[in-house]
């Protein structure tokens, strides 16, 4: 699946994904097939961090 290179679209991207579709970060990683690294730099550019907790970059 291509995903947005945009880091304040891939914020926006991913988080609804997560909320809508995935109990974690890893499992929405392994069924897109990308890197769970590349998606945490990336959004940690425009300082955001995974929030297991809740599920959701913050």
């Given at each position: 699946?291509?995903i947005?290179?945009?880091?304040?679209?891939?914020?926006?991207f991913?988080?609804?994904?997560?909320?809508?579709?995935?109990?974690?970060?890893?499992?929405?990683?392994?069924?897109?097939?990308?890197?769970?690294?590349?998606?945490?730099?990336?959004?940690?550019?425009?300082?955001?961090?995974?929030?297991?907790?809740?599920n959701?970059?913050?």
């Amino acid at each position: 699946m291509n995903i947005p290179s945009d880091p304040a679209i891939l914020l926006s991207f991913i988080n609804t994904k997560l909320r809508d579709f995935y109990p974690d970060l890893h499992s929405l990683c392994s069924d897109l097939g990308v890197e769970e690294e590349d998606i945490r730099s990336s959004l940690a550019s425009i300082d955001y961090e995974y929030s297991p907790e809740q599920n959701q970059f913050i």
